[in-house]
């Protein structure tokens, strides 16, 4: 190829891409770069921003407010890695192998196709003083009709996590199902003939081979549950006096209802940064254990 040719190729190419590229810039990268600045500032959408420095940043971790959101959010991210990723893992190993075993999976991958909001809703109109549950408990005479599960604190977190687990365990388990259906199938038989069953084959056998989709599972269940927000938002608003937030409830607040976009920009930024930190941490680790394969036919 003359270098004639390879430059009008290249520029071909740059044409191409250009539009791609631009569209990105565009809808990602500035957007980001704007959200730095107004972290920076005072500006409540009106006329121009003043530069504050670090102030936003002071504010946001000497509100008492911001600081429960934090803790709720690292709850959040506890729970749902405990409920949904532990009952999806179960549902899948359970149907895994049974006849009809996909049409048992159905039931829970059905409320995954429900938004987030759809959920908050559903489960605001159960979980209400003198709501479905409430009633269902009292009828039964059975204890619990008296707690007030989206008004008390840390209850009404727990209670959103299970309604946010009831809309994810569908996705975990066919996720957990596709891992279990890549597993070979030499080194499972070669454990059951050195006498490997029920446990002792799940514990040293199956669950390393599936490393690989524990890992997507997890990693994208801790960036989800970083930054919830439909759910909660629908939910309680983050409420009563804010004892329910998360950081994504908490941004949302400061930023369109009390019009504090500098507070707002920044406590955008603090939850980018402790993603992207909690998502490198996890897959780096991830990384560095190595090849489950070859761990698991060593044990």
Aim: glycine share 10%; net charge positive.
């Amino acid at each position: 190829m003359s270098r004639r040719s390879s430059t009008n190729y290249q520029r071909a190419a740059w044409g191409f891409l250009a539009p791609g590229v631009a569209a990105v810039v565009l809808v990602l990268h500035l957007p980001v770069v704007y959200t730095v600045y107004l972290s920076f500032t005072d500006f409540n959408g009106l006329g121009d921003p003043d530069f504050v420095g670090l102030d936003n940043y002071v504010r946001m971790f000497r509100d008492p407010a911001v600081l429960t959101s934090i803790v709720n959010t690292l709850l959040w991210v506890v729970g749902t890695l405990v409920v949904p990723v532990g009952l999806g893992l179960v549902v899948a190993y359970l149907a895994f192998g049974l006849p009809g075993g996909a049409w048992l999976r159905v039931p829970f991958l059905v409320p995954y196709a429900l938004s987030g909001v759809a959920v908050g809703v559903v489960f605001s109109f159960v979980l209400q003083n003198g709501g479905a549950l409430s009633q269902a408990l009292e009828w039964l005479h059975l204890p619990g009709s008296e707690l007030r599960w989206l008004q008390d604190a840390p209850l009404n977190t727990f209670a959103m996590i299970i309604a946010s687990a009831w809309q994810g365990v569908g996705v975990n388990a066919l996720l957990f199902t596709v891992g279990l259906q890549s597993i070979p199938k030499e080194p499972l038989e070669a454990a059951k003939v050195d006498g490997a069953v029920g446990w002792r084959l799940f514990r040293h056998m199956i669950w390393p081979l599936l490393r690989p989709s524990t890992t997507i599972v997890v990693g994208l269940s801790i960036v989800n549950s970083l930054k919830t927000f439909d759910i909660v938002q629908s939910m309680t608003q983050g409420g009563p006096n804010r004892v329910s937030e998360t950081l994504g409830v908490t941004m949302y607040r400061n930023t369109f209802l009390n019009s504090e976009y500098g507070l707002g920009a920044a406590v955008a930024l603090f939850l980018t940064v402790i993603t992207l930190a909690a998502s490198i941490i996890y897959l780096r680790r991830q990384l560095a254990i190595g090849d489950p394969v070859k761990k698991a036919v060593r044990q």
